[in-house]
């Protein structure tokens, strides 16, 4: 993935002083980290309703447009600020959005606004949603998968990335078990539970190896539990500057796109998330 990437558009909100909001200036250095590591340019993109040459310079202004990796600021308008920047993205080709969450998370105002809801559902390209207090080279990853084609890639997405900056990874799956597997377990004596357990842990790491590129350095760690339970937990040890999913749909996470894991998890991780989105079919 980033191998081959040389497009990065953050998305930005525009203050009325001509400020970039805290969760857009969060977004902007993320991602000038991220296109300085890969040497991909970075274009900086602002949607409203009003499109003037004079906002356009006081976002240049604001975003700091050629000085640094900073290549290009867009305006564009549209009623819908999801809908435009994957609009551009699909123009433009660019490989990564990234945007910033809100640094104060309250009831009322949940940590992911409705513009990155609205990417992680619809983004044809990973999202890289920045943390207010980790806007750096992420230290320790934590990939999560379910073994599926877009969980897999997010595995070698997050060995790439952590072996280019020299960051630890830790990679983690749950075997959740099915309602056939739980009655048969019901009929089991304990030893066998045991080795049944065993066997679930050591072909689901064999699958994981699969993922991981020759040469990665990754702990893996997988348990019979739920996907929920075991990254809560996995973040509460690792405690990574940066989550790594994959979604396959519309509706989950490695099988629903904002399902159990996005929606349960996503909205509140202490960290940077990286979702990876199904590859878009070559037409």
């Known amino acids: 993935m980033f191998e081959k990437l040389k497009s990065i558009v953050v998305g930005v909100d525009l203050l009325d002083g001509g400020n970039l909001s805290a969760g857009s200036a969060v977004a902007l250095e993320a991602a000038k980290t991220l296109a300085a590591e890969f040497g991909a340019r970075l274009v900086v993109f602002h949607a409203t309703k009003q499109k003037t040459e004079s906002l356009r310079e006081r976002l240049e202004a604001a975003a700091g447009v050629g000085s640094g990796s900073v290549t290009a600021a867009v305006v564009h308008v549209s ?9 551009y993205v699909i123009e433009s080709s660019a490989g990564l959005i990234v945007v910033g969450d809100h640094d ?58 952590a072996g280019r900056i020299g960051a630890e990874l830790t990679v983690g799956h749950a075997h959740a078990l099915t309602m056939e597997e739980q009655l048969a377990s019901a009929r089991m004596t304990p030893d066998e539970i045991i080795e049944r357990v065993r066997l679930f842990k050591e072909k689901g790491t064999e699958r994981v190896r699969e993922a991981l590129p020759a040469g990665s350095d990754a702990r893996i760690v997988v348990e019979v539990t739920g996907a929920v339970e075991l990254t809560e937990h996995l973040i509460e040890e690792v405690r990574p500057e940066l989550l790594v999913l994959g979604t396959t749909a519309v509706h989950g996470l490695a099988g629903r796109v904002f399902g159990s894991i996005a929606a349960q998890i996503v909205d509140r991780v202490p960290c940077s998330v990286l979702v990876l989105r199904p590859l878009r079919e070559k037409s």
Request: charged letters at 25%; zero cysteines; a positive charge.
């Open 104 to 161: 104060q998370k309250t009831r009322l105002m949940p940590r992911l606004g409705s513009m990155t809801r609205g990417l992680l559902r619809h983004s044809p390209v990973p999202v890289y949603v920045a943390h207010h207090r980790h806007t750096g080279r992420p230290s320790r990853i934590l990939a999560m998968t379910d073994l599926k084609p877009e969980g897999q890639r997010a595995v070698a997405a997050a060995a790439e990335l």
């Open 79 to 87: 009623k819908k600020p999801a809908d435009a920047l994957i609009e």
